[in-house]
């Protein structure tokens, strides 16, 4: 029988969201089919970094044409081996010249579900092409969420038989976290993630800083502080204003990320949009027991009632919960976030392509 053949577009791996499904995934199949061919494209001396990439059965290719650029939709139909079986696109930016078999995951449709946060009339114009050629071209979909199914579905048109609903899982790492000296000399509130406007930062800054003199915790922010304040005046002022109070990490080492995680009093997640929403996931999971996220969009559908809860417009409620959150539940229900669930269920999918064909 000959050999299966899967080409993967790796060159997000190293990116925060997206990289993380990327390695999870690649690290799982890899050893769970060794008898399949993985050609992973992508910057080659980034994977090489990789132990999971140092085996018989896979084979590095050398793609590094910048993400949703003109030049990556060329050099990506250069790339991929014509000895493919099936091409797993881990996000919508797919390879539109190439007419094999092809497995799309699609994280959101921020970019047309909420377009006032979008900068830039090209990016909404890429995103609506692009996410129609997904439409056209793949012969399956996996969304991260039945969120993002049901949004897929209403804005793109997507038949709900193309769209299969695979969540994302939290790496073993998270529940064994050493217990380490303090990466911060006082209690503190946590905010993790990227600083774009539709993450709703700035109702956790306002909240924050009309509380702080009743709470002992500092709020740190693990993020750059030029990215977040750029461009909004009134942001900077009550960032400026509370300097002593308010944190901003910059980027972290993943060791260390994981040392902020447990040592949290309170975790906050804000945002107005999310398609999955990992970050509450690996706050429990590292050992924080106070996670307060927005009712928004697939948050309460992946946390259910692990954490609380306030709607992202209401400040007042948000100020409470700093000020009088509860200890969340029990966190065995994080066990079904498994990785190796989601591989098992990636591969189960190729093989339907493939046997369909």
């Not at 994977?47 to 990506?76: G, H, T």
């Not at 579905?153 to 073993?172: A, H, Q, W």
Request: hydrophobic share 40%.
């Amino acid at each position: 029988m000959q050999k299966m053949n899967l080409t993967i577009d790796a060159r997000m791996i190293n990116a925060s969201g997206i990289g993380t499904v990327i390695r999870n995934v690649l690290k799982r199949i890899i050893y769970l089919k060794p008898e399949w061919q993985f050609n992973i494209l992508g910057d080659g001396k980034e994977l090489s970094c990789f132990d999971f990439f140092k085996v018989n059965n896979v084979r590095i290719i050398d793609c590094k044409a910048p993400i949703y650029s003109i030049k990556e939709q060329f050099k990506l139909i250069q790339c991929i081996p014509k000895t493919t079986d099936v091409f797993w696109s881990p996000h919508y930016n797919i390879p539109i010249f190439y007419n094999g078999k092809l497995i799309v995951t699609v994280h959101d449709v921020f970019h047309l579900a909420m377009p006032q946060f979008v900068q830039g009339i090209h990016k909404k114009i890429y995103a609506k092409f692009m996410f129609n050629r997904v439409k056209k071209q793949a012969e399956q979909i996996i969304t991260v969420s039945q969120f993002t199914a049901d949004e897929l579905y209403r804005i793109v048109g997507v038949p709900k038989e193309k769209i299969n609903v695979i969540y994302n899982g939290i790496d073993e790492d998270w529940f064994n976290i050493k217990l380490d000296k303090p990466v911060h000399n006082k209690p503190y509130i946590l905010y993790v993630g990227n600083v774009k406007p539709h993450k709703n930062l700035i109702i956790l800054i306002k909240a924050f800083s009309e509380v702080k003199d009743k709470i002992e915790q500092d709020l740190i922010i693990v993020g750059k502080k030029d990215g977040f304040i750029t461009g909004d005046n009134k942001l900077s002022e009550f960032v400026n204003s509370n300097e002593d109070r308010i944190i901003f990490t910059g980027y972290v080492e993943d060791n260390v990320l994981k040392r902020y995680y447990k040592q949290a009093d309170i975790f906050v997640f804000p945002s107005l949009y999310e398609g999955f929403g990992l970050p509450p996931l690996e706050a429990l999971a590292a050992g924080c027991r106070r996670v307060i996220c927005s009712n928004a969009a697939a948050i309460p559908e992946v946390c259910g009632d692990l954490v609380e809860y306030f709607d992202p417009f209401d400040k007042n409620r948000l100020k409470k919960l700093l000020i009088n959150s509860k200890v969340n539940r029990d966190t065995v229900l994080l066990k079904n976030y498994d990785w190796n669930i989601t591989v098992v269920n990636i591969i189960n999918l190729i093989k339907k392509i493939i046997n369909e064909h």
